[in-house]
């Protein structure tokens, strides 16, 4: 059978992984494929097989002419959906579509896809592990590392994926049979012009679900709340503050599930995961699998053999007295503030790094109430120590191997050190993985100088 894109001229927009792995899903379907990619081609690692293949390289800067000439324009996760050139395809009546929806359209295997603000790694990876463990052939993925084009072709059972709200901003079909909004918080104000542009883009998961497919929703979240109202989709929720008829929900110290299968009930003590916002996240990723019939012991096995990923949460190790926990994937104000909540004083909280201008108003009072000293690093250590100037004591340092040394020498024996940097990470770094080696080095260097 002729695939649809047979002799099409397609233009791959972003040279990464997503990129070259879109080429590839291309000319195996005797497409005419440009990969096109702003950055000039020393900055880029082209794969020797699409180097000397039948790939167009289109390298330091978008050529328009390539542009004008396509059939189709498919963008990687990270390119702004705004850019001029792709602006002036849409006008041209040039579709734009994004990775994600043209894998959805070449998979068969039913699909949970997991957004929100805070925790989306987290849920896709423990609910990954959940099918895995009731027996079933599951694909896991998307903004959480392997594009889902790489799906393509496998033999799955269930795909789990994670998706940015910057990949949904470039679907048009995509229709996952379960679609999980774990929260809405502030983030990406440095894309997106206000928060009801960024909380309308999170929403587009659910434009194409029916009644035959699942929401899984968090009923403490207003956002969620206020987008739940549009979804056609069969909505579940789940709760850390109520119970619920239906959905999952926290009763003491059980999670209690209400739904196919009838109830259930999870001891809370058994999880290694710590902290309220892991509650919810264990909670999410459970509906899926309960829902569509898993083995409840089964999944619930897995959850427990969860010990979270790295740079969230992390405990890196107590020396010089003090307990250190790398929470670099701490990327925007609502993830810091959870993160204070899991920990004990006396506290010294390491914040900063480029500034995605949101609102810091949601840290100040847990600052007051919890933190001992700030210490601030990066572009945004000026708006943050005008926030929370007369909170606690704030120090300032020029790296982050200064602030480290700092915490050691200002927190008192027996206290907590937390990077959680509220903020991106491209000022001093190139990932926010990078930051939370850079800090978990330089605590170890700090460690065997004791």
């Not at 295997?109 to 805070?118: D, E, F, H, R, S």
């Not at 959480?144 to 048009?172: H, K, M, R, Y």
């Not at 209690?256 to 003590?269: C, S």
């Not at 001992?372 to 100037?389: P, S």
Request: proline share 4%; charged share 20%; net charge neutral.
């Amino acid at each position: 059978m002729q695939s649809e894109f047979f002799k099409k001229r397609i233009v791959v927009v972003g040279a990464g992984r997503t990129g070259c792995a879109l080429t590839r899903f291309f000319l195996e379907r005797r497409a005419q494929v440009v990969l096109s990619d702003a950055r000039p081609a020393g900055r880029i690692a082209v794969p020797g097989d699409l180097a000397q293949g039948s790939v167009r390289l289109d390298l330091g800067g978008h050529s328009k002419t390539c542009f004008d000439e396509a059939d189709l324009v498919v963008v990687s996760p990270g390119v702004p959906s705004n850019l001029g050139i792709l602006n002036a395809a849409r006008e041209r009546g040039i579709p734009v579509l994004g990775e994600i929806e043209i894998a959805a359209r070449a998979l068969t295997a039913p699909l949970a896809a997991i957004t929100g603000t805070n925790g989306k790694s987290t849920v896709t990876t423990l609910m990954g592990e959940m099918f895995k463990a009731c027996g079933q052939r599951t694909f896991v993925g998307g903004n959480l590392g392997t594009p889902l084009i790489e799906a393509v072709g496998g033999n799955w059972d269930w795909l789990v994926a994670e998706l940015s709200s910057f990949q949904l901003e470039t679907i048009a079909l995509f229709r996952p049979k379960f679609g999980v909004l774990l929260n809405i918080s502030e983030d990406h104000l440095d894309r997106y012009p206000d928060m009801a542009s960024y909380q309308a883009a999170k929403a587009r998961l659910f434009e194409n679900m029916t009644g035959e497919d699942v929401a899984v929703l968090n009923r403490e979240d207003q956002r969620v709340l206020e987008v739940a109202k549009d979804i056609s989709a069969v909505k579940v929720f789940f709760s850390s503050s109520r119970s619920l008829e239906q959905g999952m929900c926290l009763e003491e110290d059980e999670l209690v599930w209400r739904g196919p299968g009838g109830e259930r009930r999870f001891p809370v003590r058994e999880l290694c995961v710590q902290g309220l916002h892991n509650l919810e996240n264990v909670m999410a990723a459970l509906i899926p699998p309960l829902w569509s019939g898993c083995p409840a012991d089964a999944a619930w096995k897995a959850a427990l053999a969860f010990r979270g990923l790295p740079h969230r949460m992390a405990l890196v190790g107590e020396f010089g007295g003090l307990r250190w926990f790398n929470d670099s994937k701490g990327t925007n104000i609502g993830i810091v503030v959870k993160s204070l909540e899991g920990c004990r004083p006396p506290l010294t909280l390491i914040a900063g790094g480029k500034d995605k201008q949101g609102s810091l108003a949601a840290l100040v009072e847990p600052v007051r109430r919890k933190v001992d000293h700030v210490i601030l690093i990066g572009e945004a250590a000026e708006r943050m120590e005008q926030a929370l100037t007369g909170q606690t004591r704030i120090h300032r340092a020029a790296s982050l191997e200064e602030a480290v040394r700092t915490a050691a020498a200002i927190t008192p024996a027996g206290g907590t050190v937390l990077l959680s940097p509220g903020c991106s990470s491209f000022d001093m770094f190139t990932s926010y993985e990078e930051r939370g080696r850079s800090f978990e080095a330089a605590v170890r260097q700090l460690a065997a100088s004791i």
